[in-house]
Structures are given as C-alpha cells and as structure tokens.
C-alpha cells in the first residue's frame, strides 16, 4: 500500500471561502499530480509537479492552484470556494521505476469537497 | 476529446462468473495501458497493465488481452467474486518529453452478487 496521505477526507465549506487541501508522501517520489474525479466520470488532470519549485496546469482547466516547497508536499488551493468547484480531490505520486520502468501512479484516498 | 473509453459503464455479475470491461483509444502512440482498480472511499490502485508488444498478460484471476490493430484493450476477470466490486478504470500513457501523463477512461462499476 502506497504512502500517500490526504487531509481532510471530507469538507463542507460555504462559498467565497478560501481552503487548502493536503497532500503528502514518503516515497521520495518526484512527480506528483492533482485530479479531480465527479461520480460516473474519469479522472481529469488539473495540476502536475516534476519536483520542488516545479508545477504545471494539467488538461482540465482549474481554478485552483498548487505550490510545490518540498518533496513530501503538494498542497492545492482555492482562493474563493464555489459550488462549481464541488468534486472529489485525489492526489497521487509517480515511482519511476514501477512496473518494469514504466511509471506507476500511486492515489490518496481523495478530499470530497462541497461547497455550498 | 476522451482519448479512452470504457464499455459497459457498469457491470452486474453472479459470483464466480467472468467480468468483462472493454477500452478502446485513439492515439496510437499510446504505450502503456494499465488498469485502476477503486474501491468506495479509496483512491485508485494499479490492478494490472499490459504493453503493446504482447497480446495478452495474466495475473492471478484478472487478464488483459490486447487487440493493437483494433486499438482496444479488455480486462477479464475470471471466478468474480464479491470482493472485486469496484470501480475499474482504463488508463493509457506515452513516454513524452520524459513524462508519463495517463489518460483515464470513465470508469466501469461492476458489481458481483453472491
């Protein structure tokens, strides 16, 4: 089991406030993403690292943003909460040398957010 | 633009019978094609995942076959048992500019009953 740890699991917040989301691993892992996943849907990329001081937009376009200070720690950002932003969070981390050489993708449990 | 879809959306099977999910892509680049497997309240998890220089990969009860001409992939799962529902989805990668980015299907509930 992967270690991979995202803070809080569930959060119910009003609109316009502002909410960070944790996530931290202790694999050492360099890369690092960011997905948000809606019932019935795929997982779309909003944000991507490749290490510290590194982060990159993903293909889904967010409101949100990342900061990447230190290996362990991607945290995600929201500046003013909205109901459109109500969705599951999932963070996940990369080994490298996962399944013969080709990168494996390691997910958190997710952050179920719901603003109302 | 989905770059991989998955069929059937969701699943009903008796246990001990066989799952069946199918994934079709568009990018023939495409070079890695793994499958997640989510239980509620968890995130996804690696299941198995298969290359495009072998048409099929078996691990334990769960084999992917490998159809490259049709740009489709399946997962079976053999003896399904109630612990194998879950949410399963289809992911495909390439090596580009040294990073591997997965596309993700939408995701197939199969759900086996005893």
């Known amino acids: 089991e992967a270690d991979i740890y995202q803070t809080p699991r569930y959060l119910v917040i009003g609109t316009g406030k502002k909410i960070t989301l944790e996530c931290s691993q202790t694999?050492?892992?360099?890369?690092m993403y960011w997905y948000q996943q809606d019932p019935g849907m795929e997982l779309h990329l909003i944000h991507y690292s490749y290490g510290v001081n590194s982060t990159e937009k993903g293909d889904l376009s967010s409101e949100s943003t990342v900061s990447r200070i230190r290996t362990e720690h991607f945290p995600l950002t929201l500046e003013s909460a909205r109901p459109s932003h109500t969705s599951q969070y999932l963070c996940a981390s990369s080994d490298p040398l996962g399944d013969r050489g080709q990168e494996t993708q390691y997910f958190g449990p997710g952050t179920r957010l719901l603003v109302l | 633009q989905q770059q991989v879809k998955q069929s059937p959306q969701s699943l009903i099977v008796q246990k001990g019978g066989i799952s069946i999910i199918n994934c079709a892509y568009e990018?023939?680049?495409?070079?890695?094609f793994p499958w997640y497997q989510q239980f509620p309240g968890k995130g996804p998890a690696l299941l198995i995942a298969?290359?495009?220089?072998?048409s099929e990969k078996k691990e334990g009860r769960f084999t992917i076959s490998f159809n490259k001409s049709a740009k489709q992939f399946s997962l079976h799962i053999m003896d399904s048992q109630p612990g194998d529902s879950a949410t399963y989805f289809c992911?495909?990668?390439?090596?580009?500019?040294?990073?591997?980015?997965?596309?993700f299907g939408k995701g197939n509930q199969v759900v086996v009953i005893p």
């Open positions: 990018n023939t680049a495409f070079d890695y």
């Open positions: 694999m050492g892992h360099d890369k």
């Open positions: 298969i290359r495009p220089d072998v």
């Open positions: 992911a495909a990668s390439m090596k580009s500019y040294g990073n591997n980015r997965l596309a």
